[in-house]
């Protein structure tokens, strides 16, 4: 059974940073290119960033560009999202799937609330 589980979601000020990681079971990440997606209350969710599964190519949503790094860690079977620079729109429930998503794979997500 594949299991994402999401953590390190949490409250902070604008301007501040979150570590978030992405543990799997079930399923061996480096056979895959996998993503963070969010969800905003009252929006869909979207994709965030995204890294390759072969030479480790990143991609980002605009918003996001150069405040957030994504990385993996195969040997963990771990996906991480580093945010810095946080914003009120950063609000949102983040979870990690495969990319493209597999609607099987999501998990209950975690939550990241910017306010000040």
């Known amino acids: 059974q594949v299991q994402l589980v999401e953590s390190g979601g949490g409250l902070v000020q604008p301007g501040g940073s979150l570590r978030l990681s992405c543990a799997a079971s079930g399923v061996t990440l480096d056979r895959y290119a996998i993503g963070w997606f969010r969800q905003a209350p009252g929006k869909e969710r979207e994709g965030v960033s995204c890294i390759s599964s072969s030479d480790g190519t990143t991609y980002y949503a605009d918003s996001v560009k150069g405040r957030f790094t994504i990385s993996r860690d195969n040997g963990k079977n771990t996906m991480y999202l580093q945010m810095d620079s946080l914003k009120p729109e950063d609000t949102a429930v983040y979870y990690c799937?495969?990319?493209?998503?597999?609607?099987?794979?999501w998990g209950q997500g975690t939550q990241v609330t910017v306010s000040s």
């Open positions: 799937n495969k990319d493209p998503p597999n609607s099987a794979y």
